[in-house]
């Protein structure tokens, strides 16, 4: 064989080896991110489908570790899709006893509101959004939690902070937090317990604080009475915040934001000053984990008018009066549909909702698509003044599907 030949083919082999090999580098890759007490809030941008747009942020968050060895890493490999977290730290002096846990490791969705990092927003909605504004959805996550210290205080759990505008770096005294566990051993919620609530088959304790922290934010915690360690779950969001907006003492649950969408797990204790434990995520992208429902995040229809009309009327409207005149209602009271309507009544229940709407007045205050508190509202409303012992109501709607509720 001559050796223009030889050289030839040797050539296309190695050619042919440097593709393969910068394929499987292509297929391995993998963003890395390790914290400890020297560099406690390292992040990393995730974009899964490379368009550019981030679909999460994740976060180690040694937010309570002042000093300590070990580390925390967390490994999102492109090839799989899945996310591994390794927690192994020892010696842990914290920077708040009252904080009472060591750090939260976690992946957001959104724009959280103790960091100016992101927005996140390469998925099926936008955060954040006021809650009279944002549809309900669910969250489905693929998770596996391995105990390697079968003793150690932990949790696994979804997270949100509902603020009162947009602005980041910290949390008010007038402000919610909220959390939903997976699973969990040793901690328990924050507050004390003030109820139970069952949502897609889960039962859940509901604990409640009226003041986290010296700041004195709300919060509400969820625990599962049989958390699972290794599981497919899927959380609606929608029960949780109606549940915790009907025992909250803020009013204006409608004007609140929904920052954001964390998952990960809090750790240790003041008595417990080391953690091991890992935990893993599968298939976590924001198109497949996230779905959008037709209803209010509070309760009620969505912000957006459906592409077609309803095919059935509404059920028995009240007709409508001339204008000026005031038809007499009482609660609960639905009414869906087009016309320029007038209505009063001597009470509003625990709550009002609109959507669709040109125009919804109440006492010539506007209230036109949004969800307001009611004069039943145990912990106050932002309603004017009854006038002759009246609520006047005006209601324009230009769509079949436009929609007000009164609801006890």
């Known amino acids: 064989m001559k050796k223009q030949q030889i050289w030839k083919y040797i050539s296309v082999i190695a050619l042919v080896t440097l593709v393969f090999s910068l394929f499987s580098f292509t297929l391995s890759s993998a963003v890395t991110l390790t914290a400890d007490a020297d560099n406690r809030y390292p992040s990393a941008n995730i974009d899964i489908d490379g368009d550019g747009q981030l679909e999460w942020i994740i976060e180690p968050n040694l937010w309570n570790v002042q000093s300590g060895s070990g580390s925390v890493t967390m490994t999102y490999t492109e090839s799989s899709g899945n996310l591994n977290v390794d927690i192994n730290l020892q010696n842990i002096q914290q920077e708040d006893p009252n904080g009472w846990v060591h750090a939260y490791p976690e992946i957001w969705y959104g724009a959280k509101g103790f960091n100016t990092l992101g927005p ?20 489905r996550v693929q998770y596996s939690v391995n105990r390697r210290d079968p003793g150690l205080p932990f949790n696994f759990c979804f997270e949100t902070w509902l603020t009162q505008d947009t602005s980041r770096g910290s949390i008010e005294s007038n402000e919610v937090e909220i959390m939903i566990w997976l699973t969990y051993n040793g901690l328990q919620g924050f507050g004390s317990t003030v109820g139970s609530i069952t949502v897609g088959g889960i039962s859940y304790t509901i604990y409640r604080s009226d003041a986290v922290s010296a700041v004195g934010w709300e919060g509400f915690a969820f625990l599962p009475t049989s958390p699972a360690d290794s599981a497919t779950k899927t959380i609606q969001w929608g029960p949780f915040i109606q549940e915790c907006a009907s025992r909250s003492r803020i009013s204006n649950w409608g004007d609140l934001y929904f920052t954001a969408v964390e998952l990960g797990s809090e750790f240790g204790s003041p008595s417990y000053l ?8 599968t298939d976590f992208t924001p198109s497949t984990m996230f779905t959008v429902h037709s209803e209010n995040i509070l309760g009620g229809g969505g912000t957006t008018p459906p592409t077609e009309p309803p095919t059935e009327p509404p059920t028995e409207p009240p007709t409508e009066p001339p204008s000026g005149e005031y038809q007499d209602i009482s609660v609960p009271f639905t009414y869906d549909g087009t016309g320029d309507l007038y209505w009063r009544t001597t009470t509003l229940g625990n709550y009002i909702n609109s959507w669709n709407l040109q125009t919804l007045t109440i006492n010539g205050v506007d209230f036109t698509n949004k969800w307001a508190p009611g ?28 929609h007000f509720e009164a609801k006890t």
Do not use: C, M, R
């Not at 996140?120 to 969250?139: A, C, E, I, K, M």
């Not at 080391?274 to 995520?281: H, K, P, T, V």
């Not at 109501?393 to 436009?402: A, D, E, R």
């Open 120 to 139: 996140v927003n390469d998925g099926p909605f936008t955060l954040p959004q006021q809650l009279s504004q944002l549809n309900d959805f669910s969250t």
């Open 375 to 402: 004069d039943q509202w145990p912990w106050g409303n932002n309603l004017p003044a009854k006038v002759d012992g009246y609520y006047y109501i005006h209601y324009v709607g230009n769509y079949p599907w436009s």
């Open 274 to 281: 080391s953690g091991d434990l890992e935990w893993s995520l």
